[in-house]
């Protein structure tokens, strides 16, 4: 079983609508928890960074942490066709570890006009 | 101010041939850390340095080793290719624990 499950789509949505990312983790020690965009042919862009349980909102972005049922989920509103791209779920668990992020395998996403 | 900063972005080497990739952090980061990407297993993580030092290390062979300079830099090496090497190396820096983990645009391998 990986670490990190993630539904690797590929997820179609009109443009305008609410998108739903999520990842599951197995493992109560990962604290931080990440969200990257990547773009064909590009490096991984951070999009959310999250510690602990909670929610955090930036703009049309909402990541919310569940360390209890160790589910954590990204929500894109308004989305627009710029934001078709893969959606990576990374968590850490801090300490002497934190530079060894474990990635979910991505889900794709197409935001049709 | 400036990016993760990996060269070079593309290049071809042949089965047996080595190759060393160089990462240049942004500004002020201690931590490094190199991922190879794959459409088979996706991100995996290779290691990691901190102020020179190999603090993690990934599940992959010895032919991949990495090194940090004095000044943060680093480079990845990966002997006696083997076609499954040809993937997207990845490098990340960070100032350390708590912070943000920001990525470069990586280096394309194929082996051929």
């Known amino acids: 079983q990986k670490e990190v499950e993630q539904d690797p789509g590929p997820l179609s949505v009109p443009e305008g609508a609410i998108v739903s990312l999520n990842c599951t983790y197995s493992?109560?020690?990962?604290?931080?928890f990440m969200w990257y965009r990547q773009y064909s042919r590009k490096g991984p862009e951070l999009l959310m960074y999250?510690?602990?349980?909670g929610n955090k909102e930036d703009g049309r972005f909402t990541a919310q942490v569940d360390k209890s049922s160790k589910y954590i989920s990204l929500f894109i509103r308004d989305s627009q066709p710029s934001d078709s791209a893969t959606y990576l779920c990374?968590?850490?668990?801090?300490?002497?570890?934190?530079?060894?992020?474990?990635f979910g395998q991505g889900t794709i996403l197409t935001v049709h006009p | 101010k400036a990016g993760v900063t990996q060269t070079p972005r593309y290049l071809i080497k042949t089965r047996g041939q080595q190759v060393t990739l160089s990462c240049s952090p942004i500004?002020?980061?201690?931590?490094v850390s190199w991922y190879q990407q794959t459409p088979g297993q996706g991100l995996q993580f290779l290691f990691e340095?901190?102020?020179?030092?190999?603090?993690n290390k990934g599940n992959f062979p010895g032919r991949f080793s990495g090194r940090q300079f004095s000044n943060s830099r680093s480079e990845m090496n990966v002997s006696t290719l083997e076609l499954g090497d040809s993937a997207l190396y990845l490098c990340?820096?960070?100032?350390?624990?708590?912070?943000?983990?920001?990525f470069g645009e990586g280096s394309w391998l194929t082996v051929v």
């Open positions: 990340a820096s960070s100032t350390g624990p708590g912070n943000t983990i920001y």
């Open positions: 493992n109560s020690a990962f604290q931080y």
């Open positions: 999250t510690y602990s349980s």
């Open positions: 990374a968590v850490n668990a801090g300490g002497t570890s934190y530079g060894k992020l474990t």
């Open positions: 500004s002020g980061h201690r931590s």
């Open positions: 340095y901190f102020s020179e030092t190999q603090r």
